[in-house]
């Protein structure tokens, strides 16, 4: 330990210290590392409590944005049905005939009816059948996300957390001006 009064550095001692460039006694990185290291774990910890509440309504949003899209595909199918008909009823009279017997119940003699399922729905036809493949919130973070909107004591933990991150990367890692001066 050096005392204010103590005997300048010897030649030995001087040639033990590592050199910059400029002459200048080379900075430690370790504490340099470890400071920045600190400092954005205690950002990434603030930044996750004060987003986690806007990830979650996005994900909703998301999720009622796939539901509506779903509903709009099938209400466009069967407003497409409906046009075929409307036109077939319009321009073809045989169409419109044998829909008027059904419709009435009439038949003919010796006339069987054949039940016949409804087309399926074609899978290559139906890109939006599935709701919107893009994704704001990549879904491995949405429980996380919720538990920190539920979870009062985990956030503030956090919140703690990142605050005590950011005090000692500036107590203990924070590089010192009189390290870098001439």
């Known amino acids: 330990m050096r005392h204010e009064h103590a005997m300048p550095p010897t030649a030995e001692e001087k040639k033990a210290r590592p050199k910059s460039a400029r002459g200048q006694?080379?900075?430690p990185v370790?504490?340099?590392i470890?400071?920045?290291l600190a400092l954005f774990a205690s950002v990434g910890l603030f930044s996750a409590v004060v987003?986690?509440?806007k990830l979650v309504a996005v994900a909703l949003f998301e999720q009622r944005l796939a539901d509506l899209?779903?509903?709009q595909y099938d209400v466009e199918r069967r407003n497409a049905y409906l046009k075929r008909v409307?036109?077939?009823l319009e321009h073809d009279p045989q169409f419109a005939a044998e829909v008027a017997r059904y419709e009435l119940g009439a038949r003919e003699l010796n006339e069987e009816r054949i039940a016949v399922k409804p087309a399926l729905p074609n899978a290559p036809d139906a890109p939006h059948a599935q709701g919107s493949t893009f994704r704001w919130i990549d879904p491995r973070w949405l429980p996380l996300a919720e538990r920190l909107v539920e979870d009062r004591l985990a956030s503030n933990l956090?919140?703690?957390l990142?605050?005590?991150l950011a005090v000692v990367a500036f107590a203990f890692f924070s590089p010192s001006t009189s390290r870098f001066t001439a």
């Open 25 to 27: 006694t080379a900075a």
């Open 34 to 36: 470890l400071f920045w």
């Open 158 to 160: 956090c919140l703690v």
């Open 86 to 88: 409307g036109d077939a």
């Open 30 to 32: 370790l504490p340099s």
């Open 51 to 53: 987003l986690s509440p």
């Open 162 to 164: 990142a605050g005590g």
């Open 69 to 71: 899209e779903s509903r």
